[in-house]
């Protein structure tokens, strides 16, 4: 399975971007997926998660200004940003978790996506 996010770009203060995650290849099954961000000189940081069924969890910085929702069909989600500032700046990065059940064991993979960059002008 492999992640590939698009939809960054540059946007003026005040924008809306829209960025996608769609993860494509077979095997395991997708547990949850999420939204990461990681600005100039910082760590990286929780954006939001949604799970296989919908429920959706945001870090407390959120509130309403970004809303992730997914598409099970397609195996992709996506992260509606508005409202956004100079401070939102950053590489987006998709993220998946994915459940292999084997005769063994059972493995929850971590996937990461390539990252999309989001840049906003003052």
């Known amino acids: 399975v492999q992640l590939v996010e698009s939809g960054g770009g540059l946007v003026q203060a005040g924008g809306s971007l829209r960025l996608s995650c769609a993860a494509s290849g077979r095997g395991g099954e997708i547990t949850d997926m999420g939204w990461y961000r990681q600005a100039p000189g910082k760590q990286r940081e929780l954006v939001a998660t949604i799970t296989s069924d919908g429920s959706a969890n945001y870090a407390g910085f959120v509130k309403d200004q970004f809303t992730i929702s997914g598409d099970r069909t397609k195996r992709t989600i996506y992260l509606q940003m508005s409202s956004l500032k100079p401070e939102d700046t950053a590489v987006y990065y998709c993220?998946?978790?994915?459940?292999?059940?084997?005769?063994?064991?059972?493995?929850?993979?971590?996937?990461w996506g390539q990252g999309t960059l989001v840049t906003v002008s003052s």
């Open positions: 993220k998946a978790r994915i459940k292999i059940v084997t005769i063994e064991a059972t493995k929850i993979l971590e996937l």
